[in-house]
């Protein structure tokens, strides 16, 4: 395909510059443009949604889903996919509440559970660079040995105790006025401004677009693809490690069950947020958006309570969808231009 | 002998044989098939039909990777084909009779042809990678099939309707009855007739495959509806064995199983190669593994695990630079290790 259409007609070069640009940051743009009618809606329709509370509760209540996208940000930029990610939430908040019952140091815990969930990840992305298996099948497996594991280490729920974690599910921090965050929210976001710097400012993020971009290019311009591409799949599984320990702030429980389908939220968040899932393109804030959104389709559906939360899955589904066939619309009038 | 030992379906059958013996072996009476009241029972016939809706999901899958794609939506499909089923014959002044129980079942079969062409016309007109098109679906899906069922359990009580999953026809279970017609009607067409290589073409090089003048589109469309009807089949299974219908869990990681039994029976997930008897033995080994989980008395919940180390293993063992690192080069096979879908 790509043979036919490089061969297509001579273009101008600053022609195709200006449409790049454009299609880059279109999907993006979309999207935050999507995020403030839906809260102008909102605003309309429901008194008490136009309030800055109602817009921190989004980032309060889906800190965990920030993380995990922003992890499979770096992930789909490679032009992989992590399936695993919710599982190895469960995994994370399983042994982070197992070992806290175990009456174990809680920050001694949370080191533990970082690395396991780094480990984890690194271990698909070696399979997926040494052994050349797609990436979908791969974290599959992992999708499927995180949530067994789970299952091995208890298949009931375990209530979490400890003085710091219920400490950091119940602090407040105060805004201006009476508004507040959690503790979470700061951790989350801190992830996205490292995520950022990584991305835009260091050797290693440009190696990431590159090999979204093209990996025999990136191999060819003497990109250190095959340990980037390990790593990525490591950053992958770091955040959702670090997003299982928010979790268990935000629940504080461990249970097996937790999780399921975060994956799907995960992906779906990156894609609304502009980042083309052939690799390439994108931006983390983009998905930070992305998470945004879908955490304000959640908010609608509890202000319009006669909607039932089966509805939220479906309208994810839609978005998806509707970002996707954006993206396919913007690629295709780059390449023909 | 050395020709057998380099035949694809060679390990897998050991493999089935082995675990089939090694349940012999914690449990004599294993293997034995007994008749009662004109039926077969036995844990061989337990197997067989509590595998029937995975062999006939995975039977689609074959296809649909194949053609050098991928369906993650099977689980929700079934999900949502139980649902519509089971709703129907549950408001219907008559929910005892034959006859809603046939309508039912029609309307969910019809309800699996359209989600199967819905993702059949993102993959092939729309354009979007197989993986994301059905994505959408797998996510949205289990909310459809909440919206049918309102949120709620349906149950049903209908003879006609409970016989799909659980009834006996000539002694043996009807749903293996189904699988296996399945599977006698998809093997006499793609390997009785042209359809099976055209897939296969589709699947080694769609663009080629176009220019060569097949209609690569109208094939991967057939594939994917092949597949939502299969799904929607084993969504009637499942939920005729249990006489409910459950949104969230019918049909839940089935799309694993499937994907599972169709890359042990050796067909390549890159597309352009497949075996629909390889599939078949797959699927047998994917239930009889979750059956020896049960026998050895191993936590049923360590059933995942299990899954996910035989996935790794055989996919290790699938992929070529595997065979290169170990000195096991056999006949070149041609496929490509990276997919990169045209889009």
């Known amino acids: 395909m790509s043979v036919l259409t490089r061969t297509s007609a001579p273009l101008d070069r600053s022609r195709i510059s200006r449409l790049q640009d454009k299609a880059r940051y279109a999907p993006t743009l979309a999207t935050v443009g999507l995020f403030l009618a839906m809260f102008a809606v909102g605003a309309a329709m429901y008194p008490g949604f136009l309030s800055g509370q109602v817009f921190l509760n989004l980032l309060i209540d889906n800190t965990f889903l920030i993380v995990l996208a922003v992890g499979m940000t770096f992930v789909i930029l490679t032009g992989g996919i992590d399936l695993s990610v919710g599982s190895v939430v469960a995994l994370s908040m399983m042994i982070a509440a197992s070992l806290l019952q175990a009456g174990w140091n809680p920050f001694a815990v949370i080191v533990l559970v970082l690395l396991t969930g780094a480990t984890f990840g690194l271990l698909m992305g070696l399979v997926i660079q040494v052994f050349e298996i797609q990436p979908f099948i791969v974290t599959l497996a992992g999708l499927f040995l995180a949530r067994g594991l789970c299952y091995v280490i208890s298949v009931d729920s375990i209530t979490v105790t400890d003085p710091f974690f219920t400490a950091m599910a119940q602090a407040r921090i105060p805004l201006v006025g009476k508004l507040f965050v959690s503790p979470g929210v700061l951790i989350a976001l801190l992830v996205v401004v490292v995520a950022f710097y990584i991305l835009h400012q260091t050797r290693f993020g440009r190696t990431v677009y590159a090999i979204g971009g093209g990996e025999s290019s990136a191999m060819l311009m003497g990109l250190a693809v095959p340990r980037t591409k390990i790593l990525v799949y490591g950053i992958s599984g770091v955040c959702s490690s670090i997003a299982g320990i928010l979790f268990s702030f935000y629940s504080l429980s461990g249970y097996s069950l937790a999780g399921t389908g975060l994956e799907l939220d995960a992906i779906a968040a990156v894609v609304v947020g502009g980042t083309l899932l052939t690799g390439g393109y994108g931006y983390v804030l983009g998905s930070l958006t992305g998470v945004l959104v879908l955490g304000i389709v959640q908010t609608f559906i509890s202000y319009e309570g006669t909607l039932s939360s089966w509805w939220t899955r479906i309208v994810i589904g839609a978005l998806l969808l509707a970002f996707i066939l954006l993206q396919k619309l913007f690629s295709r009038k780059v390449r023909l231009a | ?343």
């Open chain 2, 1 to 343: 002998m050395s020709a057998l030992l380099k035949h694809r379906l060679t390990w897998p059958v050991l493999a089935l044989v082995l675990l089939l013996l090694l349940n012999q072996l914690f449990r004599a009476d294993f293997l034995s098939v007994r008749v009662q009241d004109g039926h077969l029972y036995g844990s061989l016939i337990d197997i067989l039909r509590n595998g029937a809706p995975t062999i006939l999901i995975a039977l689609g899958m074959t296809l649909v990777i194949a053609s050098r794609g991928i369906d993650l939506s099977v689980g929700a499909v079934a999900a949502i084909a139980g649902a519509i089923s089971c709703m129907y014959i549950y408001s219907s002044p008559d929910p005892t009779s034959l006859r809603t129980a046939a309508t039912g079942v029609a309307i969910a079969v019809v309800a699996g042809l359209v989600l199967g062409a819905w993702n059949g016309f993102l993959v092939s007109v729309i354009g979007i990678q197989p993986i994301i098109a059905t994505l959408v679906l797998m996510t949205a899906g289990r909310g459809l099939a909440q919206l049918v069922t309102d949120g709620q359990i349906i149950s049903v009580s209908n003879d006609s309707y409970q016989a799909i999953g659980a009834g006996f026809f000539l002694g043996l279970p009807i749903s293996i009855l189904i699988a296996a017609a399945a599977f006698a009607v998809a093997g006499l067409l793609t390997r009785r007739t042209a359809l099976g290589t055209l897939i296969e073409a589709v699947g080694i090089n769609p663009v080629a495959s176009r220019l060569a003048g097949l209609d690569a589109r109208t094939i991967t469309w057939t594939v994917y509806i092949f597949s939502g009807l299969c799904a929607a089949v084993a969504g009637l299974m499942i939920s005729s064995n249990v006489t409910a219908a459950d949104a969230n869990n019918a049909g839940l990681y089935i799309e694993m199983d499937a994907i599972l039994a169709v890359v042990i029976g050796g067909t390549s997930l890159a597309g352009g190669r497949y075996s629909l008897v390889g599939t078949l033995v797959g699927a047998l080994i994917i239930q009889t593994l979750t059956t020896t989980v049960y026998t050895l008395g191993i936590p049923p919940e360590a059933t995942l695990v299990f899954k996910a180390l035989v996935v790794i293993i055989v996919c290790l063992l699938q992929s070529t630079r595997a065979r290169t690192l170990f000195g096991r080069r056999r006949r070149p096979v041609p496929e490509q290790s990276q997919i990169k879908v045209a889009v």
